[in-house]
Structure formats: C-alpha cells, structure tokens
C-alpha cells in the first residue's frame, strides 16, 4: 500500500511541475482575463468561451493549451457575476444566483463590495475545486460510472426543485413550473448523448 502511495506521490509531483512552468502559469493568466471578458458579456457562457478561443490551443503544447482552456473556463464562470451584479443579467449560467444579491447591492451603491465578494469567492471554490479533484476523484468516478437514467432523472428534479427554491419567497411554484416547462421542452427531439428518439 504504502508504495502505491509513493507511486500517487510521485506521478502528482511530476504533475504539479508540469503545471506550475512559466509558460503554463503565464498562458492561464492571460487565459483567465480573456475568459473573464467572454463571461461578463451575457449570453456568452464559459462553454462558448471555450468554443471561442480553442483555436488558439492549435500549435500550443499540450500542458500549455490545457491551462490556457482551463483558464479560460474559470475566468469565464467568475467573469459572469460581473454582469450578473452590475445590470442583473447574468453573464453566464452559473452566476444566476449571484444576481438576486449582488444587483440589490449595486443598487445601493455597493457593486463594488459585491463584484469583491463574488471575485474572492469565486477563487476560494476554485481552490477547494481543486483539492476535491485532486484527492477524491478515484472515489467519485465510480460513483459516477454507476449512474444511470433513474440518477439523472433525479438529478434533473432537484435542479427544477432549485429553481422554486431560487424564486421569491411568496411564489416557488412560478419557479417550478418554468423548470418542468424547460425539462419538458429538452426532452423533445434526439438524446444529445446516444441520440436515442425520446
């Protein structure tokens, strides 16, 4: 056991010096401000900004393009409270949440503090991200190899279930009823995956 350790050990070292180079470190900053610019303009989601600039990654090497897209879609995520803040739209789909406080805010003439806050915690969840990555990905894939069409089904509950939670207080049940007209509405046509006809 404890050589499989060393081996882990070994194999994340050789990782981390991969990533940690000048030019991987260099490539995710300037990777970072670009996917912040996409993301802070609405309707331009952190997989756009990907489809975007992933001609870029061409001639690049292979530790170098991973970086840069990896910058690109953690800068494109944070990028969307901008916007989410500022005007309440959010940039992108993930800082819907953030605009139902962070515009409130703006209003009152504290955007600023907000766009701090959604910055700084958006750093804090990447870090946590990526410890979680790192040490619990051998148990999470098994777990998500094992999923199947009663898993998701539920999955896609509990997002709709969000979505009333997310509403105001007074009417969850608008919230509900737009999640199961959307769920209902991606069911018509092929399975995006298998292309199954549902």
């Known amino acids: 056991m404890f050589e499989a350790f060393a081996q882990q050990l070994a194999l994340f070292g050789s990782a981390a010096s991969q ?3 000048f030019p991987q470190v260099f490539v995710t900053m ?3 401000v670009a996917g912040i610019v996409v993301g802070a303009i609405p309707g331009l989601t952190a997989t756009m900004a990907l489809a975007l600039l992933i001609n870029l990654t061409y001639s690049m090497q292979l530790p170098v393009a991973v970086a840069f897209l990896l910058g690109v879609y953690v800068g494109a995520v944070m990028g969307g409270c901008y916007s989410a803040i500022m005007i ?3 940039g992108t789909p993930s800082a819907a ?7 409130i ?3 009152k003439g504290h955007g600023g503090q ?3 806050v959604g910055v700084i ?7 946590f991200s990526i ?8 148990f999470l894939y098994k777990i998500a190899l094992k999923f199947g069409q009663w898993e998701y089904f539920l999955i896609s509950v509990f997002g709709i279930m969000i979505c009333g939670n997310l509403s105001t207080q007074s009417t969850p049940i608008k919230g509900w009823i737009v999640g199961f007209l959307g769920f209902f509405t991606a069911m018509i046509g092929l399975d995006a995956v298998y292309a199954y006809p549902r």
């Open 19 to 21: 990533a940690f180079g």
């Open 88 to 90: 309440n739209i959010p």
């Open 131 to 138: 410890v979680i990555l790192i040490f619990l990905t051998p």
């Open 121 to 127: 915690a958006s750093f804090i969840g990447t870090l």
């Open 105 to 107: 805010l703006a209003k």
């Open 114 to 116: 907000a766009i701090g």
């Open 97 to 103: 949440a953030t605009a139902l406080d962070g515009f």
């Open 30 to 32: 300037i990777a970072t």
